[in-house]
C-alpha cells in the first residue's frame, strides 16, 4: 500500500467516524430534557423555557431553510462558475469574483434589513441574505478548481472528438469537483450559523432561542440554541466530507 493511498484510507476512517459522531450527539442533544437540565444552572436553577417548541421541530426548521438555501446556491453558483471560465472571459470571470464577493462584505444583517422593505418578515430576506452569504465560496471554489485542470488532459479530451459539452461534463466537472466541494462544505457551515440571524425577523429557527435568550438575559437558553446549531453544522460538514472525493480519487 502506497504512502498516498495509506493517507487516503485514514482520511476516510476519520470522516466516517465523524460523520456518525457529530450526527449522535445532536440527536442525544434532541432528546427532551436532555439540555434544559445541563444549562438549569444557568438559568437559576430553573430548565429553560423553550416556548413549547420541540428542540427537533426548530433543529428541522433550520435544517430545511438552510439546506433550501444552499440549494438556490448551486443553481446559481455552479452555472455561473461554469459560464465565466469559459475561453475569453477572464474579465467577466474577474466581475463575477468581485460582485459574488461582496455578500461577505456587507454585514449579513444590513443585507437583511435592507431587504425587509421590498421582502416583508420571514423567510424570503432571510433566503436572499443566506443565498448571497453562501455564493461566494461556491462561486470562487468552482472557479478554481475548474482552472486548475490541467490543459493536457483537456487537450488529450480534444484529441479523442470530446465535444465542448462532453469535455466539460467527462472532465472539467469530474476534476473540479473536489475543490467544489471544499467550496460547498464551507458555504452550509456558514449558512447555519447565519440563518440563526434569520429569527429576528421572524424565520423561526435555532435563532429563536437565541434571540429569546438574550431578550430575557437567560444564558441557558442562548446555550441550547448555540450547542445545537453547532453541532448542526458540524454534523452537515462532516457529512458533506465523507461525499467529498479526495484528489487521488478524481
Known sequence: MTVARAARTRRGGSARLLALVWPALLLICLIPGVLSSLFAPLSAGIPP?????????????????????????LLIGVPLAVFVTRPGRAALMRLTETVTGLGQTVPTIAILALAVPTLGLGL????????????VPVVSNGIAGLLAVDAGVLDAARGV???????????????????????IRTSTVYNVGTATIGAALGASGLGSLIINGLSQQNTGLVLIGAVLAGLLALSLDALLELLSPSPGER
Open 49 to 73: 423555557d423553550t416556548g413549547g417548541r420541540p428542540l427537533w421541530r426548530l433543529t428541522l426548521i433550520h435544517l430545511e431553510l438552510v439546506l433550501g438555501a444552499e440549494l438556490i446556491v
Open 161 to 183: 472528438g470530446m465535444t465542448p459539452r462532453q469535455r466539460l461534463l467527462r472532465v472539467e466537472l469530474p476534476l473540479s469537483l473536489p475543490v467544489l466541494m471544499a467550496g
Open 124 to 135: 424570503p430576506p432571510t433566503v436572499l441574505g443566506l443565498v448571497l452569504y453562501g455564493l
